[in-house]
T-cell receptor, first 113, second 113 residues
Framework: KAGVTQTPRYLIKTRGQQVTLSCSPISGHRSVSWYQQTPGQGLQFLFEYFSETQRNKGNFPGRFSGRQFSNSRSEMNVSTLELGDSALYLC????????????FGEGSRLTVL | QQQVKQSPQSLIVQKGGISIINCAYENTAFDYFPWYQQFPGKGPALLIAIRPDVSEKKEGRFTISFNKSAKQFSLHIMDSQPGDSATYFCAAGADNYGQNFVFGPGTRLSVLP
């Protein structure tokens, strides 16, 4: 069974640009969550999608958005990038609607210059 | 109230020793407490998880101890091995929060051969 796949793995952007990150969950998993990981703030929840609907959202500005497609694949977008957006963005899929095991991808490392 | 505190920040243990990592939470709505292990360049992976209806759960060399009244839980790694050297995160979730977990800041464990 293939794991969670995130693309791209690495990317460099400049301030003010926007970025789109993609996530393919484990087959059969309908829940996809996104987390931001930084050395200073650790792992912080961005949002969760289940069956194309956003179920939960963390405390991030509106520049951070996401969506989920009918095949459960998900994308997140960050507009008007700031230096502080440099981070590892992790996607996780789950088979459960209630709190359960998260299967994380290896992440997309974003550097904003 | 949403914060999960974790200590120590780093831990060095001799091979064969016991590694102990502690976490504390404030939000009494939390009812699911997983521990994740993360190796460099990889996403976190679930080690073991517990719900507050039990005080201890053991899986192989890994044990979670849970103290509901103190709102504390800990991870014990018995017979620690160099391959256990990684960063460990405790987390807390609740049924109403879906896959929105609050993670502790992490503990970097080094097991010396």
């Amino acid at each position: 069974k293939a794991g969670v796949t995130q693309t791209p793995r690495y990317l460099i952007k400049t301030r003010g640009q926007q970025v789109t990150l993609s996530c393919s969950p484990i087959s059969g998993h309908r829940s996809v969550s996104w987390y931001q990981q930084t050395p200073g703030q650790g792992l912080q929840f961005l949002f969760e999608y289940f069956s194309e609907t956003q179920r939960n959202k963390g405390n991030f500005p509106g520049r951070f958005s996401g969506r989920q497609f009918s095949n459960s694949r998900s994308e997140m977008n960050v507009s008007t990038l700031e230096l502080g957006d440099s981070a590892l963005y992790l996607c996780a899929s789950s088979a459960s609607q209630t709190p359960g095991e998260l299967f994380f991808g290896e992440g997309s490392r974003l550097t904003v210059l | 109230q949403q914060q999960v505190k974790q200590s120590p920040q780093s831990l060095i243990v001799q091979k064969g020793g016991i590694s102990i990592i502690n976490c504390a939470y404030e939000n009494t709505a939390f009812d699911y407490f997983p521990w994740y292990q993360q190796f460099p360049g990889k996403g976190p992976a679930l080690l073991i998880a517990i719900r507050p209806d039990v005080s201890e759960k053991k899986e192989g060399r890994f044990t979670i101890s849970f103290n509901k009244s103190a709102k504390q839980f800990s991870l014990h790694i018995m017979d620690s091995q160099p391959g256990d050297s990684a960063t460990y995160f405790c987390a807390a979730g609740a049924d109403n929060y879906g896959q929105n977990f609050v993670f502790g800041p992490g503990t970097r464990l080094s097991v010396l051969p």
